[in-house]
């Protein structure tokens, strides 16, 4: 076993790795919130672009696909626009969470040279500071889609507080994938290229702007290999149509996304030692 391998190994550590996250939250903290602040920085709303981008894209979205594509979902709680819009919205907002940790990730070890200089600096906190600022975009969604379904429904459903639930395997799944691409940047400068054009792909083979039942049964399976569609369709579950989540599914989510955070860290972490050579 050559000696990157055994590198590698050893740092499939689950317990490894949550006490050196943990050692070092509050640098999480002080980066997240950076990324947070630095998005609004010099804007004249600020912080109201939380709110407003997820509302302009409600409602775009909903007359784009609502009215024009006449689309809708069997599950739905009724036939009308707005239930379709907030079914859409719910989808939306679990895949923009990911595919915002997938885009950025590639470039958050290039941008900050000065980091990679520092012997002492834990690296690996770059990647979860992108995490957890769109986990904070996500979380201003989900508090407008609750708004949004309390006044187009009549009220808001309680299973939405198991929302955070669901978003357990997908933060996972994104911690893993950020970990992943944010060391391939670094020796493959294509790579920043190469996700904004895997997450339009993996936009449409997500069941986000359509229901699962649209696509053909024999073509049924391809979705099924993708990690996002069980996770889209729970959010949905519980923020918009009142259902429990599908336990069963969410565990497996669990174990993938479990499995991806580990061996995106050991990736990460037995190759940060080659990022001075490279940058």
Not at 82 to 108: D, H
Request: one cysteine or more.
């Amino acid at each position: 076993m050559s000696r990157r391998l055994v590198l590698f190994v050893r740092q499939m550590n689950p317990a490894a790795l949550t006490a050196r996250i943990w050692r070092h939250r509050d640098l999480v903290w002080q980066l997240t919130w950076r990324e947070v602040t630095g998005r609004y920085r010099s804007s004249l709303l600020g912080f109201g672009w939380s709110f407003i981008s997820p509302l302009v894209t409600l409602a775009a979205y909903t007359f784009v696909f609502g009215l024009v594509f006449r689309a809708r979902w069997p599950q739905a709680t009724s036939a009308g626009l707005g239930s379709f819009g907030l079914t859409l919205f719910a989808g939306l907002i679990a895949f923009t969470f990911f595919a915002e940790c997938l885009t950025r990730a590639p470039g958050i070890i290039t941008a900050s040279p000065n980091y990679v200089k520092k012997v002492v600096f834990p690296l690996e906190v770059l990647p979860v500071s992108i995490v957890g600022s769109a986990l904070f975009h996500a979380a201003i969604s989900a508090v407008v889609l609750m708004i949004a379904h309390a006044v187009l429904q009549g009220g808001a459903v309680w299973t939405a507080l198991l929302l955070p639930i669901v978003f357990v395997p997908l933060v996972l799944l994104a911690l893993g994938t950020a970990w992943f691409f944010a060391s391939v940047g670094v020796f493959f400068r294509d790579a920043v290229h190469t996700v904004v054009l895997m997450s339009q792909v993996l936009m449409f083979m997500t069941p986000v702007f359509y229901p699962v039942d649209a696509v053909p049964e024999r073509f049924r399976w391809l979705l099924q290999l993708n990690p996002l569609t069980s996770l889209v369709e729970n959010a949905r579950r519980v923020t918009v149509q009142g259902l429990l989540p599908d336990w069963p599914a969410l565990g497996i989510s669990f174990l993938i996304g479990s499995l991806a955070t580990v061996v995106g860290y050991a990736w990460f972490a037995s190759t940060k030692r080659a990022f001075a050579d490279v940058i």
